[in-house]
């Protein structure tokens, strides 16, 4: 069975300081991966999406930035974050070959930026 | 680019039927799913529309138009645990998946 791992569930930061999330799937293959994040009571902004390795695209440029250096590893980072950036960040994947559109979320980790 | 409307808050009495419209704007249309996600907790998927009809999944169901560009979910039977968020979310080319700003529904006995 397909599992997703998103860690950390919950951090603390500074403004200005840097930030890595990190995101694996287990049980597929070539999945299409995104990065949301929602704001307290909001809807879910699209970051980022990839549909392969080294394939980033790019919603909110910003001052974050995602990588995919594996097929079923999804990071984002930031170097500098600001305040603006505190939410709820949920990484996601969906078969690229689906025909259900099922996203698949990881637990979610929530940040707090002071 | 792309947008979906969704109404901000619903109420609806335990046992009722309540509909959740989504209106939408987007290029390169595949489909249009729902999700529903509780306090604090990440989105559980709970039906697709890639064709027009009604899709029933038990006591929800859910329509698309594509003509229209609107689609909706349908919550029978309400419970008390269906009080949550729903969101609607347009599948596009390119893999992108674009949410609607989400339906705060109250389920009250």
């Known amino acids: 069975s397909q599992t997703i791992h998103q860690w950390p569930a919950t951090l603390v930061q500074p403004v200005g300081s840097p930030l890595s999330l990190e995101c694996t799937v287990e049980?597929?293959?070539?999945?299409?991966l995104y990065w949301y994040r929602q704001a307290a009571g909001r809807g879910l902004q699209l970051l980022f999406y990839?549909?392969?390795?080294?394939?980033i695209s790019s919603e909110v440029p910003q001052n974050l930035s995602a990588s995919r250096p594996q097929d079923r590893q999804f990071i984002l980072s930031s170097k500098k974050l600001l305040l603006s950036d505190s939410g709820f960040y949920l990484c996601?994947?969906?078969?690229?070959?689906?025909?259900?559109?099922?996203?698949?979320f990881g637990e979610g980790s929530r940040l707090t930026v002071l | 680019g792309q947008s979906l409307e969704q109404p901000s808050e619903v109420t609806a009495v335990e046992g009722a039927i309540v509909q959740i419209n989504c209106t939408y704007q987007?290029?390169?249309?595949?489909?249009l799913s729902w999700y529903q996600q509780h306090d604090g907790g990440a989105p559980t998927f709970l039906s697709y529309?890639?064709?027009?009809g009604l899709e029933e999944t038990g006591r929800f169901s859910s329509f698309l138009s594509r003509s229209d560009s609107y689609g909706y979910l349908l919550l029978q039977e309400l419970q008390m645990k269906d009080s949550a968020s729903y969101f609607c979310?347009?599948?596009?080319?390119?893999?992108?998946?674009?949410f609607g700003t989400g339906t705060k529904l109250q389920v009250i006995p």
């Open positions: 049980g597929t293959s070539n999945p299409n």
């Open positions: 979310a347009v599948r596009a080319g390119g893999g992108k998946v674009t």
């Open positions: 529309n890639g064709l027009d």
């Open positions: 990839s549909v392969g390795i080294g394939q």
């Open positions: 987007t290029s390169g249309f595949y489909g």
């Open positions: 996601a994947w969906l078969r690229g070959e689906s025909n259900t559109g099922e996203l698949f």
